[in-house]
């Protein structure tokens, strides 16, 4: 019976990836060096990582185009920033009202019509309206992911807590928890592998439904960047744009993967 | 002290096509402090619905529960409850998972951790403390929620089924380790079992249920801890046979014209 608990250690990126990923980049570079396709339609990686380099932390011609001194960070630092914040709030509220809407019928017949309409609604085509009602600011692109990501949040929250063993509700009750360590405890830990996978599909989805909704009208933000170096047919800093995007959702990504990993290792293996 | 009272309880269900149906009805049953009691009776007579009731996890639809006179309002950390699934939190390591109860309660870390270390050991866990749940086997998983429920010191101890799923080995160690954590602190145990054997091993006293209702209650006055030797004297075996009768095993028994 002398067991320890031994984690693994476990890379955060798999291998196989990163050879995926050096692949890709090689295709690139032939087609690119051996003019497949002209310049414009694909600049070679070379020049794309110039233009990041040169762009990154400061760029006066991004500056040209209102888009801030920041460069291509400053750019992203908005972009991110939007995404976290709505994602955050999504969070608190999704789960809130899944929990609820899984515990309380009455509360079920009134919220599901809800979120279910919001989750049909054409976000893209309804952009517009955010603009109208929030105007250029971050509000409106903050407002329009969080009508996207809740509508997930709500759902996976819902399901995990109406999935959830009543045997560990009623143990807890007979231990002593109260209502509030029975949600916290109970429902919020045993529901949290399910709502993680929740939030990770909110966010994979939130990075190009925020640069979209940049383009409707937002101060800066990569959105803005694409939409205006594909105006001066500038490819390189498109590619460039669209490359750092890619860049930190997928480093996002890893990292809350990692976290939620961790956070849900009690979780049980596949073991026969 | 615990004294257990039910009075004319009953519970009702709705079935989802309407019907209406009573799991327990009209039971009165005294239960003496200190007193191990075995609830028997086949599959779907109430047993889990009865033990449901007097752990305040439902309001019983009539009838008064009560504990050394006072009427039950909800669950309680006085009232323990062994559930025949896992209940286990998968969620929380072993140690935290024995101190949970007392956490609820506020009792300091230090001091709770100490607690559950002590039953811990006591259920010869005490080298899996770190360890999450999945790691450990069925029978350890039981282990544990005894430990825990002992952790929290009810006074009374409410059991379903709790060895059911479990090898016999294994099962039969559980008993010894009960009966062992009973002496010490002598809650008032209401376990739950369809199995005639481990209610004879463990009772003071075995109440049937059928269809709802008490049908019968028999004291059991062999002398404690059982052996297999003592468990087949005339007066256990003479137990032994009503109660199977009771369980519809009438043809395993020869003497068939003994009174129930
Ligand atoms: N929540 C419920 N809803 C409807 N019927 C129930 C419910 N719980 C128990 N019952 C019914 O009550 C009866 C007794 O069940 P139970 O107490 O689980 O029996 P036992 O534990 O003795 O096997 C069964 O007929 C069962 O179908
Ligand atoms: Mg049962």
Redesign the interface.
Known sequence: MARTSLSVARLPVDPLGIIGLLALVALWWGLSQFHFLSRLALPPPAGVAAAITQNFFSSSYLANYHLGYGGLAGNLAYTISNVVVALAVSCVVGVALGFASARVELFRAFADPIMLTAGTIPILVTAPFFLIWFGTSRSAQIALLILFDVTIVYLFAQRAAANLDPTYVAAGRTLGAGPMRIVSDVYLKGALPEVFGGIRIALAGAWGLEAFSELLGAPKGVGRVIQAMAAEMDSQMVFAAIMTLAAVAVAFDVAIGGAFDFITRWRRRARL | MAEVELRNVGQFFRRSGGALVEAVADVSLVIRSHEFVCLIGPSGCGKTTLL?LV???TPASQGQISVDGAAIA????E???V?Q???V?????TIDNVS??LK??GVEKTKRIEIARQYLRQV??G??E??????LSGG?LKRVAVA??FA?SPRVLLMDEPFAALDYVTKLQLHQLLLTLWEQHRPTVLFVTHDVDEAMLLADRIVVMKEGRVVDDRKITLARRRTVESLALPEAVAHKEVLLRHLGLGELVQDRTAPL
């Not at chain 2, 909800?74 to 950390?77: E, K, N, R």
């Not at chain 2, 939190?89 to 390591?93: A, G, I, L, Q």
């Open positions: 449901q752990a305040g996890l909800g669950p309680s950390p009232r323990g409850l559930f699934r896992d209940s939190f998968p969620w929380m390591r949970y109860g609820c309660r010869g866990l080298d899996v770190r360890s999450w749940p999945r790691e350890m825990t429920v929290n």
